[in-house]
């Protein structure tokens, strides 16, 4: 009986101090994106660079994945509209059959942009290897970050980690109906990039420099 009582005590501190240690590093992020987030081409400030964050076309149910139709939408405005010039498309391209980069250009050209504009980034398997990449590969000190908000703050903040002037334009969300897996997953990245800073994790590839005129 003692053993027990033992034994669900150190799971109570234990659920404490996840549950804390979420929760600060949530905040942290929240904090460094106030002020950086745009919903509004009227308002956003331009940037010769925007990067668009990847992710599935489809989902399970043979629909298209809303987050990627909304990521399109919001890239293909900004430009559009003159907020940004050139477009680094980072994704996963991790099998022969799977390419993220590929699909969303093909998507925006289908939109009316001009895919000369257009930079891939083949090797964003993680938002970290996104931002790190844009800087190390492509240059860029300065960009307009393309997600929903919650994703956007964690970008955000990892650029300010790598010293990359950053702001987000805010592609439409998802309802929570549909997006509360994600919601779950995006706390647990949150905890995730601080414990890639902690061990000084590096992006699963670099490789050789691209230049963006």
Not at 1 to 11: H, S
Not at 31 to 60: E, F, H
Not at 92 to 116: F, K, V
Request: glycine residues 8%; positive net charge.
């Amino acid at each position: 009986m003692r053993k027990r009582k033992i034994f669900l005590i150190t799971l109570g501190i234990l659920a404490i101090i996840t549950a804390l240690t979420s929760w600060l590093c949530h905040k942290a992020v929240v904090k460094a994106a106030q002020g950086k987030l745009y919903s509004d081409t009227k308002t956003i400030p331009y940037n010769k660079v925007g990067l668009l964050l990847g992710t599935a076309r489809m989902i399970k149910s043979g629909h298209i994945n809303p987050y990627y139709e909304y990521r399109i939408q919001a890239a293909a405005q900004l430009i559009k509209e003159g907020k940004i010039k050139y477009l680094v498309i980072s994704g996963d391209n991790g099998r022969e059959t799977y390419n993220e980069p590929e699909m969303m250009r093909a998507d925006l050209i289908s939109a009316g942009i001009d895919s000369s504009i257009i930079y891939l980034d083949y090797a964003g398997f993680r938002t970290f290897d996104s931002i790190v990449r844009l800087k190390e590969i492509f240059g860029q000190e300065k960009v307009t970050i393309i997600s929903q908000p919650f994703h956007n703050e964690r970008a955000v903040y990892i650029a300010f980690k790598e010293g990359i002037a950053a702001i987000g334009f805010n592609a439409r969300d998802v309802n929570l109906r549909h997006g509360v897996k994600t919601q779950i997953r995006e706390r647990l990245a949150r905890v995730k990039v601080f414990t890639d800073y902690l061990f000084g994790v590096q992006p699963k590839f670099l490789g050789e420099k691209i230049s963006i005129p």
